[in-house]
């Protein structure tokens, strides 16, 4: 419990931060979305990853306030951004719990910054619709009534089918890395793949692949019709001073 007194402390200590990924248009090079992902800044132990303190902030719900300081912060961050360049936020499932209206949370960061509603896009993962709390469906349709994309992350990992995704009110699929690290070797992801494309192209569902690292991988990506690649071979996360640069003149 050391590490939950630590991340209280570290909220009030303002030791949270973000950094930017990019994601990019296949065909034009230009950078369409930018992915926000916490940071910890531990005075002891150096930058923590989320993979770490994420799950302790889910479980203790410490998750609801640094969420939404991270959609505030990703939102302020996009305002400095070209017009059409949105930013992407990872949200978890107890950010929809009946305690926490994330609706109105968004709704108020929002229209207290001006923020185009279709510059925003929040991703949740394949696991937290599995469990399918209809309360989560419900807020999402509210979220994408208001103007928020919402995209489905890690997709693949899961267990849900091709049919199911034509029931969720999604706008976009985030192919999981582990089917961009194994397309060098297998015929299969291949197939996948097609299959995947095909049909978020028949429900108007637009596809982002994440974890692109090698240029092999890059090219066998190519072939098919994507919306945004993602990846350490084209951008590292990296803070927002860094990002403006990249996107001053990329876009
Ligand atoms: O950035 P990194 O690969 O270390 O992220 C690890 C995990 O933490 C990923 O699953 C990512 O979605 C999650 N994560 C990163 N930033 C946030 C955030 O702001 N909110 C939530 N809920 N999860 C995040
Ligand atoms: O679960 P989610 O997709 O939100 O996780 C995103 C995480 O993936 C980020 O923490 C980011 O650091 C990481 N990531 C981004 N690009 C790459 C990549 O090319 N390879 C790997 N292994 N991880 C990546
Ligand atoms: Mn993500
Ligand atoms: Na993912």
Redesign the pocket.
């Given at each position: 419990l050391a590490f939950e007194v630590d991340l209280r402390d570290a909220m009030r200590a303002g030791q949270f931060q973000l950094v930017y990924q990019p994601i990019y248009n296949p065909r034009s090079g230009s950078v369409t979305l930018v992915e926000?992902?916490?940071r910890w800044d531990h005075p002891q132990r150096g930058v923590v990853?989320?993979?770490t303190f994420?799950p302790v902030a889910e479980r203790t719900g410490l998750?609801k306030v640094l969420?939404t300081w991270?959609i505030e912060t990703a939102v302020r961050a996009a305002l400095a951004w070209p017009r059409n360049v949105g930013v992407s936020?990872?949200?978890?499932a107890r950010q929809f719990e009946s305690d926490h209206d994330l609706v109105a949370i968004v709704a108020a960061i929002l229209r207290k910054t001006g923020l185009p509603p279709r510059r925003l896009t929040l991703?949740i993962t394949e696991s937290t619709l599995i469990e399918d709390a209809p309360h989560i469906i419900e807020s999402l349709k509210k979220l994408r009534a208001m103007g928020v994309r919402i995209a489905l992350?890690d997709f693949g990992t899961g267990y849900s089918s091709l049919s199911y995704l034509a029931k969720l009110p999604i706008d976009i699929i985030k192919i999981d890395k582990t089917f961009s690290h194994e397309i060098d070797s297998s015929v299969k992801v291949n197939a996948l793949m097609t299959a995947i494309t095909d049909l978020a192209h028949k429900l108007g569902l637009s596809i982002i692949v994440e974890g692109i690292e090698t240029a092999a991988q890059l090219a066998v990506m190519r072939r098919f019709s994507l919306h945004g690649i993602q990846g350490f071979i084209l951008a590292k996360?990296m803070s927002d001073e860094a990002l403006l640069a990249i996107i001053k003149d990329r876009v």
């Amino acid at each position: 419990l050391a590490f939950e007194v630590d991340l209280r402390d570290a909220m009030r200590a303002g030791q949270f931060q973000l950094v930017y990924q990019p994601i990019y248009n296949p065909r034009s090079g230009s950078v369409t979305l930018v992915e926000a992902l916490l940071r910890w800044d531990h005075p002891q132990r150096g930058v923590v990853s989320p993979a770490t303190f994420v799950p302790v902030a889910e479980r203790t719900g410490l998750i609801k306030v640094l969420g939404t300081w991270a959609i505030e912060t990703a939102v302020r961050a996009a305002l400095a951004w070209p017009r059409n360049v949105g930013v992407s936020v990872n949200v978890s499932a107890r950010q929809f719990e009946s305690d926490h209206d994330l609706v109105a949370i968004v709704a108020a960061i929002l229209r207290k910054t001006g923020l185009p509603p279709r510059r925003l896009t929040l991703e949740i993962t394949e696991s937290t619709l599995i469990e399918d709390a209809p309360h989560i469906i419900e807020s999402l349709k509210k979220l994408r009534a208001m103007g928020v994309r919402i995209a489905l992350d890690d997709f693949g990992t899961g267990y849900s089918s091709l049919s199911y995704l034509a029931k969720l009110p999604i706008d976009i699929i985030k192919i999981d890395k582990t089917f961009s690290h194994e397309i060098d070797s297998s015929v299969k992801v291949n197939a996948l793949m097609t299959a995947i494309t095909d049909l978020a192209h028949k429900l108007g569902l637009s596809i982002i692949v994440e974890g692109i690292e090698t240029a092999a991988q890059l090219a066998v990506m190519r072939r098919f019709s994507l919306h945004g690649i993602q990846g350490f071979i084209l951008a590292k996360p990296m803070s927002d001073e860094a990002l403006l640069a990249i996107i001053k003149d990329r876009v």
